[in-house]
Nanobody, 123 residues
Framework: QVQLVESGGGLVQAGGSLRLSCTAS??????MAWFRQAPGKEREFVAG????????YYADSVKGRFTISGDNANNARYLQMNSLKPEDTAVYYC??????????????????WGQGTQVTVSS
C-alpha cells in the first residue's frame, strides 16, 4: 500500500520558520513535490525534487525562502520554510510520482498524495 504521510505544520508568526516532512512507503518514487492550497484558491506548486538525483525546483514565490531536501535512509523529503509570510498560509500537500522522472508543476503529474498539513502564518 502506497502511503505519503506529512507532518510539521502549525501556527507561526510572520518571519518565522517551519519544517514539513513527508515520509513515503509502498513503492519506488521518481519525483516528489510540495503543493499548497489556500481557501478559495487552486492547489499550486511550491517545490519539487528528483528523488534520486536531488535536482530541485521552486515556485518564484518561495525561491530563496524555502528549501526542499531528501533523506533516502528514511525515505523522507522535507520542506524547510523560512521567512514565512501571511500569504504562505495554506494546507500543504506532498505528492509523488512513480512513473515520471521529472518534476511536473501541475497536480495531474502526480499519482500519490498525502493528507495535507495546515500551515498558518500570523501577521
Amino acid at each position: 500500500q502506497v502511503q505519503l504521510v506529512e507532518s510539521g505544520g502549525g501556527l507561526v508568526q510572520a518571519g518565522g520558520s517551519l519544517r514539513l516532512s513527508c515520509t513515503a512507503s509502498g513503492r519506488t518514487f521518481y519525483a516528489m513535490a510540495w503543493f499548497r492550497q489556500a481557501p478559495g484558491k487552486e492547489r499550486e506548486f511550491v517545490a519539487g525534487i528528483i528523488w534520486s538525483g536531488g535536482l530541485t525546483y521552486y515556485a518564484d514565490s518561495v525561491k530563496g525562502r524555502f528549501t526542499i531536501s531528501g533523506d533516502n535512509a528514511n525515505n523522507a523529503r522535507y520542506l524547510q520554510m523560512n521567512s514565512l509570510k501571511p500569504e504562505d498560509t495554506a494546507v500543504y500537500y506532498c505528492a509523488a510520482s512513480g512513473v515520471r522522472n521529472y518534476v511536473p508543476r501541475v497536480t495531474s503529474g502526480y499519482e500519490y498524495w498525502g493528507q495535507g498539513t495546515q500551515v498558518t502564518v500570523s501577521s
